[in-house]
C-alpha cells in the first residue's frame, strides 16, 4: 500500500506503491536509489548556477523539481491536481495547488532581496514560516520534502549561510515538525530546526 490516500490517480503501477517511470522500475528500492543519485547530482548543478540573478520564485521551485527527475517521470515538475492525504493529515485540495502556490511565493518575496543582512534568528523564523507553507502544499505527487529541503538548502547559500543541517534532530523530530505544519499550521518547531541546521559561510 502507498503511504499517501490519493484520489482519481493511477500514478503508480497496479497494486504497488511505485510511482510509473520511464524506466519501468518496479522495484521501490531500486528506484529510490535511482532517485537519490539524481538529486545528488541536482543539488551540484544548482549549487555551480546559482548567482546574483537567481530569483527564488515558483518557476525555479518547479524547475528544481523538473529538471531534477525529467528523465525519470513524466509528472516532474508539474503540480498535482488530485487530493493526497497521509495519514490523518490532508495536504492543500488539488484542485487549489497551483492557486496556494502562487500567493504562498507572494507573500514571502522577500527572499529574492539579496542586500538584506538577515541575522541568525530572524532568518530561521523567516524560511520556517515559509517552509512550512510548501511543506502544507505538498505540490507535487512524491519527492516533495526532498525538493523543499534542495530548495532551501539554495536559499540559505544565496543568503550567506552554509547547507542547512539536520543532523542536530532525529528523523523523527523532522517529521513531528512537518506534521505540525500540516495539521496546525505552527512553524516553531521547524524553525528550531532551521535555526539549530544554520551556520553562517
Avoid at 519527492?143 to 538548502?153: A, E, P, Q, S, T
Avoid at 549561510?161 to 523523527?172: G, K, M, V
Avoid at 512537518?178 to 496546525?184: F, N, P
Wanted: hydrophobic share 35%; proline share 2%; glycine share 2%.
Amino acid at each position: 500500500m502507498s503511504k499517501y490516500r490519493i484520489r482519481k490517480s493511477d500514478i503508480c503501477y497496479p497494486d504497488t506503491s511505485v510511482p510509473v517511470n520511464k524506466l519501468n522500475i518496479q522495484d521501490a528500492d531500486t528506484l529510490h536509489a535511482l532517485e537519490e543519485e539524481l538529486l545528488t547530482e541536482a543539488y551540484s548543478v544548482f549549487i555551480s548556477e546559482l548567482n546574483e540573478k537567481t530569483r527564488f520564485d515558483e518557476n525555479y521551485f518547479k524547475s528544481l523539481h523538473a529538471r531534477t527527475f525529467d528523465s525519470l517521470y513524466e509528472w516532474a515538475g508539474q503540480y498535482r491536481t488530485f487530493d493526497m492525504y497521509k495519514v490523518e493529515s490532508m495536504f492543500c485540495r488539488g484542485a487549489y495547488v497551483a492557486q496556494k502556490s502562487r500567493r504562498i511565493f507572494s507573500q514571502f518575496d522577500r527572499i529574492n532581496d539579496f542586500h538584506k543582512k538577515w541575522n541568525k534568528e530572524e532568518f530561521a523564523e523567516y524560511l520556517g514560516r515559509f517552509k512550512c507553507e510548501r511543506i502544507a502544499l505538498h505540490p507535487f505527487y512524491e519527492i516533495n520534502g526532498r525538493i523543499i529541503r534542495l530548495f532551501f538548502d539554495i536559499v540559505a547559500l544565496a543568503h550567506g549561510f552554509d547547507l542547512i543541517d539536520y543532523r542536530h534532530h532525529s528523523p523523527e523530530e523532522y517529521l513531528e515538525a512537518s506534521i505540525e505544519c500540516v495539521q496546525y499550521a505552527d512553524p516553531s518547531k521547524m524553525t528550531r530546526i532551521l535555526f539549530d541546521g544554520l551556520k553562517k559561510l
